[in-house]
């Protein structure tokens, strides 16, 4: 199928989807959407829970895999939004709905590009496309479940928006939970070790520390206090105050070596990271991917926010069409136009690489 047709109908499938809510963890009926996408097509694909994924026609195992992966989950629509979130309006340029710009546009791209290279034969790669549930939430049925069940990935291409620009990487996170213990009282008398006073100094630790590494793409981690709770009664003194901080970590560090860090320096009675599997990524700037999308003029950038990177162990570039800004907004939308050039950047960059 030519390029132009198969734009169109990718285009058509963003507003199927659009129009199909699928929630972290409730992606059953977007799932079949893409099923049937495939099965049109004549790609054989297989479904793990809510994961669609398919492999290349001539896949040779003596060949390293790249994986072309976004996701088809969404948040839920926030209360500020004027259109429905669940129809696919189309203004002009822009398509708006929930989960076009985040990831729908990417997914269908990916889909795209994935579909056109299917039947080549002699690629220098073979390609893997999951597209993928549970990225919203971080959940345990998402990306991370089908790395056992896929083929070994030795790169990937992860579908974000990011202006069709390459983010060469990305923040993980770790969420800690703290406590900062003191005597419980009767308000009424004194107490010389209030909790929530001792909280004062424990919460200045927190704003001024610095973690001395920095990276030349994703600068400095960033540590952010966004919790704080204590107390039930007007008339007395918590026995503790519990805090929960947010750590962007950047990839001088592992998540292990930001959790033993905290754990050893923090003034916290205890400190406790909830999960240590949403590590920071990265690609080698002379990866032949980043090569190829700097000769085609792309830029190169560190990405602060999360995405399905997170669980990969390989060399990973995010990369797709829309504008990270407007994800989870109110009145959502990507431009068509967007969804047209990423797909003629994702084919011309494989063309480069893969060919």
């Given at each position: 199928?030519?390029?132009?047709?198969?734009?169109?109908?990718?285009?058509?499938?963003?507003?199927?989807?659009?129009?199909?809510?699928?929630?972290?963890?409730?992606?059953?009926?977007?799932?079949?959407?893409?099923?049937?996408?495939?099965?049109?097509?004549?790609?054989?694909?297989?479904?793990?829970?809510?994961?669609?994924?398919?492999?290349?026609?001539?896949?040779?195992?003596?060949?390293?895999?790249?994986?072309?992966?976004?996701?088809?989950?969404?948040?839920?629509?926030?209360?500020?939004?004027?259109?429905?979130?669940?129809?696919?309006?189309?203004?002009?340029?822009?398509?708006?709905?929930?989960?076009?710009?985040?990831?729908?546009?990417?997914?269908?791209?990916?889909?795209?590009?994935?579909?056109?290279?299917?039947?080549?034969?002699?690629?220098?790669?073979?390609?893997?496309?999951?597209?993928?549930?549970?990225?919203?939430?971080?959940?345990?049925?998402?990306?991370?479940?089908?790395?056992?069940i896929i083929p070994h990935v030795d790169v990937a291409i992860v579908g974000e928006p990011t202006l069709m620009n390459l983010a060469v990487a990305e923040k993980g996170l770790v969420v800690f939970d703290a406590v900062v213990a003191g005597t419980p009282s009767h308000a009424a008398h004194p107490n010389n070790n209030n909790s929530i006073y001792n909280t004062i100094e424990v919460l200045q630790w927190f704003k001024d520390f610095k973690f001395e590494k920095s990276s030349e793409a994703l600068g400095d981690v960033k540590m952010t206090v966004t919790q704080i709770n204590a107390g039930k009664q007007h008339n007395v003194v918590p026995a503790h105050v519990d805090l929960v901080i947010d750590v962007r970590v950047n990839d001088a560090y592992s998540n292990q070596e930001i959790a033993d860090i905290l754990q050893k320096e923090a003034p916290c009675t205890k400190i406790t990271p909830r999960s240590l599997r949403l590590n920071s990524s990265s690609i080698d700037i002379n990866h032949d991917l980043v090569k190829a999308g700097i000769e085609m003029g792309r830029t190169t950038y560190g990405s602060?926010?999360?995405?399905?990177?997170?669980?990969?162990?390989?060399?990973?570039?995010?990369?797709?069409?829309?504008?990270?800004t407007r994800s989870h907004s109110a009145n959502e939308f990507i431009y068509i136009s967007e969804i047209e050039e990423g797909i003629q950047i994702y084919v011309e960059l494989l063309n480069r690489v893969i060919v």
């Open positions: 199928m030519e390029l132009k047709k198969l734009t169109k109908n990718v285009i058509q499938l963003l507003k199927n989807l659009i129009e199909t809510p699928s929630f972290s963890s409730e992606e059953e009926n977007t799932a079949l959407l893409i099923e049937d996408w495939f099965t049109k097509n004549q790609i054989p694909f297989q479904r793990t829970k809510n994961n669609v994924w398919a492999t290349n026609k001539y896949f040779d195992e003596s060949k390293p895999t790249l994986l072309l992966n976004s996701h088809h989950d969404t948040v839920k629509p926030n209360s500020a939004y004027t259109n429905d979130p669940f129809k696919a309006i189309v203004d002009g340029d822009k398509l708006y709905g929930l989960g076009s710009n985040d990831a729908g546009g990417c997914l269908v791209s990916l889909i795209a590009t994935f579909t056109h290279f299917y039947a080549l034969e002699n690629l220098k790669y073979n390609l893997v496309i999951v597209a993928s549930a549970e990225e919203e939430s971080s959940g345990q049925n998402g990306l991370n479940s089908m790395l056992p602060p926010t999360l995405s399905d990177q997170s669980v990969l162990s390989c060399q990973s570039l995010k990369l797709g069409p829309g504008d990270s």
